[in-house]
């Protein structure tokens, strides 16, 4: 089965550093792949689309400058959280659409989503 | 700003009962739907998805979908403790948003023996 998995699975870090989170698709080709952040009790929040070779997409109210997105490769996509503060601390998520991998009798591609990091700003 | 609600719980059923999840969305042009569980401080996984008007059964989960209505469910016959978990709806806006996925806020459902 399609495998998604992210690194590192936790972080802690202090305050005014920047951490990198890694999305891979270990068995698959991903031209898109999706960031997410959820806090506690909440749901997932979409943060950006991530497209091979291109910008990334922000949703409204995602700063740009702050969570770099670079999906460099057909299977990796990075998410930078830079000067982090105890704000962002939050358990991001992504997931990647699997290229040509349709929903049984859909137009829809299959998306999978990786199993989480969780960040703690101090 | 396209939503997707989810009824309030947490919902709390016997074993064996079966539980009943029910979501709105307010993007008349929305394309699949998604149901996913998730359990606590691991990423969702996916139950369900449906993308036609009517009914879909896999096992033990049965999808519910009516477009008119803005409208899909989730039924889990036979309920068992292991289903204990968050479920989230999730909608594909298709389009110019396609692959996009808006959650809803999610329902916690406990099982008890």
């Known amino acids: 089965g399609a495998v998604v998995s992210q690194h590192p699975s936790w972080v802690i870090c202090k305050s005014g550093t920047s951490v990198k989170i890694e999305c891979r698709s270990l068995?698959?080709?991903?031209?898109?792949m999706f960031w997410y952040r959820q806090f506690p009790k909440q749901s997932l929040m979409l943060m950006a689309t991530?497209?091979?070779?291109?910008?990334?997409?922000?949703e409204q109210g995602v700063e740009k400058d702050k969570f770099l997105i670079n999906h460099a490769s057909l299977t990796l996509s990075t998410l930078t959280v830079t000067s982090a503060h105890p704000e962002d601390s939050s358990f991001y998520i992504c997931?990647?659409?699997?290229?040509?991998?349709?929903?049984?009798?859909?137009?829809?591609?299959?998306?999978?989503f990786g199993p989480g990091t969780r960040l703690t700003v101090l | 700003q396209k939503e997707v609600e989810q009824n309030s719980g947490p919902l709390s059923v016997p074993e064996g009962a079966i539980a009943s999840l029910n979501c709105t969305y307010s993007?008349?042009?929305?394309?699949?739907f998604f149901w996913y569980r998730q359990y606590s401080g691991k990423s969702p996984e996916l139950i369900m998805f449906i993308y036609s008007n009517g009914d879909k059964e896999d096992g033990r989960f049965t999808a519910q979908l009516n477009k008119a209505s803005q409208y899909v469910s989730l039924l889990i016959r036979d309920s068992q403790p292991s289903d204990s978990a968050t479920y989230l709806c999730a909608v594909n806006a298709g389009g110019t948003s396609y692959g996009k996925l808006t959650f809803g806020q999610g329902t916690i459902l406990t099982v008890h023996p």
């Open positions: 991530s497209n091979e070779g291109s910008k990334a997409t922000y």
């Open positions: 068995d698959f080709q991903a031209t898109t």
């Open positions: 997931s990647a659409r699997r290229d040509g991998f349709r929903l049984a009798g859909t137009s829809t591609d299959t998306q999978y």
């Open positions: 993007d008349r042009g929305s394309q699949s």
